[in-house]
Structure formats: C-alpha cells, structure tokens
C-alpha cells in the first residue's frame, strides 16, 4: 500500500515563499504521476503540479513561472517550491500518486486519474 505524508505548510505575506514536500512509502513505480493538487472553502480540487516518471512536469495555467516541482529518487520526496505566492493560492495542498497507465492516457493534472492521496498540508496567504 502507498503513503504519502505532506509537510511545510504555513502562513506567509503576500510575495513570499514555501517548500513543500511530501515524503512516499510503499510502491510507487506503477503510478505513472505525482501531483500537487489544491482545495480552497467552496471551491472544487484542481491540479497545480505534476511530474512524470520521465522527468517532465506539467503546470496548471495560475502557477507558471512561480511554482516548480522535483523529487529526490534517493529520498523518496517530492516537493513543490511556491515562490511569489498570492492570496489566491490560499488552500489545502494534497500529494499525489496516480493511476498506472493501461489503455487509456492519464491527465496529469485531473484529480481523479490518481489513486492515492495525503492527508493535505495547509497554505495561508496573506495580504
């Protein structure tokens, strides 16, 4: 079984910075993503972040430029670099692995092409 723990969340002014990570155990290797996704009150999961077993990410349109993902093979973690955050980015953050690829394409940044999920670190941006 796959579990993914997320930390680094926290409260930051407007323009700041955070690092999250979020630390893998059990088998990954069949999930063909990890992604960040986020949750704000009222609002539905969207993808922010993805990255694939070959290394290629894939950014949601709000976080170009601002936000990058990597991960350390060695250390099983992924993580996601916010920088130049804005009170829109305000939400839940969740890690996630998902679906092998078998007959049909996975979305890198549709939530529910992934199988398994932390339990979400918070982010509060403020003005």
């Known amino acids: 079984q796959v579990q993914l723990m997320e930390s680094g969340g926290g409260s930051v002014q407007a323009g700041g910075s955070l690092r999250l990570s979020c630390v893998a155990s059990?088998?990954?290797?069949?999930?063909?993503?990890m992604g960040w996704f986020r949750q704000a009150p009222g609002k539905d999961r969207e993808g922010v972040a993805a990255?694939?077993?070959?290394?290629?990410?894939t950014y949601a349109d709000s976080v170009q430029g601002r936000f990058t993902i990597s991960q350390d093979n060695a250390k099983n973690t992924l993580y996601l670099q916010m920088n130049s955050l804005q009170p829109g980015d305000t939400a839940m953050y969740y890690c996630?692995?998902?679906?092998?690829?078998?007959?049909?394409?996975?979305?890198?940044?549709?939530?529910?092409?992934?199988?398994?999920w932390g339990q979400g670190t918070q982010v509060t941006v403020s003005s």
């Open positions: 990255i694939g077993t070959d290394g290629i990410t």
């Open positions: 059990g088998n990954t290797y069949n999930s063909v993503y």
């Open positions: 996630a692995a998902s679906r092998p690829h078998i007959n049909v394409a996975v979305d890198a940044l549709n939530p529910y092409d992934y199988s398994y």
